[in-house]
């Protein structure tokens, strides 16, 4: 379990840390090593940049909790779990296994998602596929003897690139992001999966390497990221892209699934607001 991090751009500088040697030393990827099919990897990838205060941080940590819940409904399978958070700078919240047993457990705050700062998405979607790599070289070289059969990346945004750093800025970094993603849905079999709000998803979704039809509109709301979460979780589960009808839901879904949490949003947009004036 990697303690929780954040770092600075350029965030692959993560990797010449000698604290956290199994990921320095870039483990070549081994096909002998025996593959677990009752065992799926879930990262997701959290935009945290200041649009983000458009959603109630206390809500979508609910819903990634109950994605995850999700996930293994019937409580046969072994899942284990990154969640990153991501601005200009990127955030390793939680890395560790999933426990079907303790449904209080903590895998996500609402501070650790709080919005500020820009939008480093290429170079922080080009690390999470690094990193998880990594791991997936790791486990059963190094760490057991077995490692996942299913490896699900999940990204969450509302807004486009405007901060990446050296090679991963730009249209060029866009092009060798959109190879690494390819390379890893064709050869690896990963499934990648982009929400996003503000953008057309399947657009910037594609420019990256991701295939269209794992890649969803949602409605700038509370209602619209649970919709679309809801509806990414079951197509994860049922392993396949997005529906029309899950695509209409999450497009036009509106303000008012959000009542609970009404109050927590206007505090919240209230200390934002206090704290540009400070």
Same mark, same amino acid.
Not at 120 to 147: P, Q, S
Not at 171 to 200: C, P, Q, V
Not at 222 to 238: H, M, P, Y
């Given at each position: 379990? &990697?303690?929780?991090q954040?770092m !600075? @751009?350029?965030?692959?500088?993560?990797?010449?840390?000698? +604290?956290?040697?199994?990921?320095?030393?870039?483990?070549p990827?081994?096909?002998?090593?025996?593959?677990?099919?009752? #065992? !799926?990897?879930?990262?997701? $990838? $959290?935009? !945290?940049?200041?649009?983000?205060y458009?959603?109630?941080q206390?809500?979508? &940590?609910?819903? &990634?909790?109950?994605?995850?819940?999700? +996930?293994?409904?019937?409580?046969?399978?072994?899942?284990?779990?990154?969640? *990153?958070?991501?601005?200009?700078?990127?955030?390793i919240?939680?890395?560790?296994?999933?426990?079907? *047993?303790?449904?209080d !457990?903590?895998?996500?705050?609402?501070?650790?998602?709080e919005?500020?700062? /820009? %939008?480093?998405l290429t170079e922080?979607?080009?690390f999470? &596929?690094?990193?998880?790599?990594?791991? /997936?070289?790791n486990?059963?070289?190094?760490?057991?003897?077995?490692r996942?059969?299913?490896?699900?990346?999940? %990204? $969450?945004?509302?807004?486009?690139e405007?901060?990446? %750093?050296?090679? #991963?800025k730009?249209?060029?970094?866009?092009?060798? @992001?959109?190879?690494?993603?390819e390379?890893?849905?064709?050869?690896?079999? #990963?499934?990648?999966?982009f $929400?996003g709000?503000?953008?057309?998803?399947?657009?910037?979704?594609?420019? @990256?390497g991701?295939?269209?039809?794992?890649?969803?509109?949602?409605? %700038?709301?509370?209602?619209g990221?649970?919709?679309v979460l809801?509806s /990414?979780?079951?197509?994860?589960?049922?392993?396949?892209g997005?529906?029309q009808e899950?695509?209409t839901?999450?497009?036009?879904?509106?303000h008012?699934?959000q009542n609970?949490?009404?109050?927590?949003?206007?505090n919240?947009?209230?200390?934002?607001?206090y704290?540009?004036?400070?």
């Amino acid at each position: 379990l &990697v303690q929780k991090q954040v770092m !600075k @751009l350029p965030f692959h500088q993560f990797f010449n840390n000698s +604290q956290y040697e199994h990921f320095h030393k870039n483990i070549p990827h081994s096909e002998d090593v025996e593959i677990d099919y009752g #065992w !799926k990897h879930i990262t997701f $990838l $959290l935009d !945290k940049s200041e649009s983000m205060y458009s959603f109630n941080q206390t809500k979508m &940590v609910k819903d &990634v909790h109950e994605f995850l819940k999700d +996930q293994n409904c019937d409580k046969t399978q072994k899942i284990s779990v990154t969640i *990153f958070g991501f601005n200009d700078r990127l955030s390793i919240i939680y890395d560790g296994f999933f426990d079907m *047993f303790d449904s209080d !457990k903590i895998y996500l705050r609402s501070e650790d998602i709080e919005p500020s700062g /820009c %939008t480093a998405l290429t170079e922080a979607t080009a690390f999470m &596929v690094d990193y998880i790599g990594r791991k /997936c070289a790791n486990w059963g070289t190094l760490d057991g003897h077995t490692r996942p059969g299913h490896v699900i990346c999940a %990204t $969450l945004t509302d807004g486009e690139e405007n901060s990446s %750093t050296g090679e #991963w800025k730009n249209k060029e970094g866009m092009l060798k @992001l959109k190879d690494i993603i390819e390379e890893h849905t064709n050869r690896w079999s #990963w499934k990648f999966y982009f $929400l996003g709000a503000n953008i057309d998803s399947q657009r910037t979704g594609d420019s @990256l390497g991701y295939s269209k039809d794992k890649c969803i509109d949602f409605h %700038t709301s509370d209602n619209g990221s649970s919709t679309v979460l809801r509806s /990414c979780s079951q197509a994860i589960r049922e392993d396949r892209g997005f529906s029309q009808e899950e695509r209409t839901a999450s497009i036009q879904a509106t303000h008012d699934y959000q009542n609970d949490y009404q109050n927590d949003y206007h505090n919240d947009f209230d200390r934002f607001n206090y704290s540009q004036r400070m």
